[in-house]
C-alpha cells in the first residue's frame, strides 16, 4: 500500500500492530487487519486515540514526555541532518508549542493515556 509507505511513522504502526513473537516488527494478515479497522472510519475515537498514544509513545513506557515529543518531531521533519532540527530550534518548538505543560493535567511532567485522550477529544480533525 502506498499510503503506509509515505507514512513517517510506518515503522512505529507497524511495531504497535505486530504480535510477532520475534518482536521484529512484522504484521500477520491478522495484525493487517487489525490496523485497517483502527484507521477505518467506523472505528471509535476512544480506539484511534489509544492506537495514536502507543504510535507515538516511541521507548513504550505507558507516557508521552520530552524525548517522546522529540522523536515525533524527527519523524515529521526527516531523518536526514539536513532537515533535523537543531538542539536549540527542537528546544524553541517543544517550548512554544507547550505541549506538554497544556496537557498534563496531573503535573508530573508526562502524558499519560487520559490526558492524550482528554486533548485529542477536544480536536475536531483527530479523527
Known amino acids: 500500500l502506498p499510503c503506509p509507505q509515505a507514512n513517517p511513522f510506518q515503522h512505529r504502526i507497524c511495531h504497535v500492530f505486530s504480535t510477532s513473537?520475534?518482536?521484529d516488527d512484522s504484521m500477520s494478515f491478522e495484525d493487517f487487519l487489525d490496523m485497517?479497522?483502527?484507521f477505518s472510519d467506523s472505528a471509535t475515537s476512544d480506539v484511534k486515540s489509544n492506537y495514536a498514544f502507543r504510535i507515538?509513545?516511541?521507548d513504550d513506557d505507558?507516557?508521552?514526555?520530552r524525548k517522546d515529543l522529540e522523536q515525533l518531531v524527527n519523524?515529521?521533519?526527516g531523518q536526514s541532518e539536513e532537515s533535523r532540527l537543531s538542539s536549540a530550534e527542537m528546544e524553541q518548538l517543544i517550548q512554544n508549542v507547550r505541549i506538554l505543560e497544556e496537557s498534563d493535567i496531573d503535573r508530573d511532567g508526562t502524558i499519560n493515556l487520559s490526558?492524550?485522550?482528554h486533548v485529542v477529544s477536544r480536536s475536531p480533525d483527530f479523527a
Do not use: I, K, Y
Open 62 to 65: 505507558g507516557t508521552l514526555d
Open 36 to 38: 485497517l479497522s483502527v
Open 115 to 117: 490526558e492524550f485522550q
Open 21 to 23: 513473537e520475534a518482536e
Open 56 to 58: 507515538f509513545d516511541f
Open 75 to 77: 519523524c515529521l521533519t
